[in-house]
Structures are given as structure tokens and as C-alpha cells.
């Protein structure tokens, strides 16, 4: 049986009532609610967790090699500023899809940019709540293809290349 671990950053335990027009009408229960109940639909076990802790967050990918098959997060506006979350999904190399409720690419151009891409097996943005259901399918059919987690790139677009002379 697969095991799943889902994350939600920051500020959606306020779902619901924070900025509904930008982030719906869902609460994150109802959200969590939907997710176990796809999960369950598939044969996947699922864990669901949420903090406002970057700590945290690093500390539960940490802890998810060795107890999870993969990961799905919303490391919400850890997204744009937490290089240690990104350090830790490539440290315990499990495949994990990035989730975004609204589409991070339309917003404020300090949301276009995310750590967590270039680690991440894929990212699902703009689809709201259905966007963890896209993640929990997208993510089961890769594992049950026998996929592994994506290799990060690197990070200088003007690597040094060995010459010749």
C-alpha cells in the first residue's frame, strides 16, 4: 500500500475565511476530508499536517524518508522564501508535487518564483482544493510506475565547463 504525506504551509488553517477570492470557500478540513476520502478510493494511505513553523515543516519532510512513499506540499509563502524546506524534500530524495490553490504565475511577481520546483517531481497551481486530488493521482500513478523522486537541478545557469587546450 502506498503512503502518502500531505503538507500545508502557512496560513491555511485560515482557509475558508482567508481572502475566499483568492483561496475559495473550502475550509482545510474539508480539503484534508477530500483527500483521505480519494485516498481511500485508490488504496493509498494518507497523512495530512499543517503548521505556520518552517521548522516544522523540514522537521516532518525529514522524518517522512523510511515512512512515506512520497510527498504532496503546499509550503504556501514558504513557496518564495525557504531554501531549508527545498534543502530538505532534496535531502530525503522522495518524489514530491508542489500544490499551489491559486495559480502562483498570475499573482504578485514575488510569488512567480519557488524553491520547491526545482526539487519537485511537478507542480499543480490554480486548480484550488482539486489541485491536491490532481497531486494524489499524479503522484500514486508515478510511484506505482516505479518512479523515483526528480533530480534537483542545479542552481547556476552559467556552470563552469571544463576546456580543452
Known sequence: MLRLLVLHGPNLNLLGTREPSVY????????????VRRAGERGIAVQTKQTNVE????TWIQNARGHF???IIN???YTH???AIRDAIAA??????????????QREEFRHHSFIAGVALGQISGFGPTGYLLALDALAA???????????RTASKNKPTASRR
Do not use: C, F, W, Y
Not at 518524489?95 to 504565475?105: A, K, R
Not at 508515478?142 to 534537483?152: V, W
Open 24 to 35: 475559495g470557500q473550502a475550509s482545510l478540513p474539508d480539503i484534508d476530508k477530500s483527500i
Open 55 to 58: 521548522g516544522e515543516l523540514v
Open 69 to 71: 512513499d512520497g510527498i
Open 75 to 77: 509550503p504556501a509563502a
Open 81 to 83: 522564501t525557504s531554501i
Open 92 to 105: 530525503v530524495a522522495l518524489p514530491t508535487v508542489e500544490v499551489h490553490l491559486s495559480n502562483i504565475h
Open 142 to 152: 508515478h510511484l506505482e510506475a516505479g518512479g523515483k523522486a526528480s533530480r534537483p
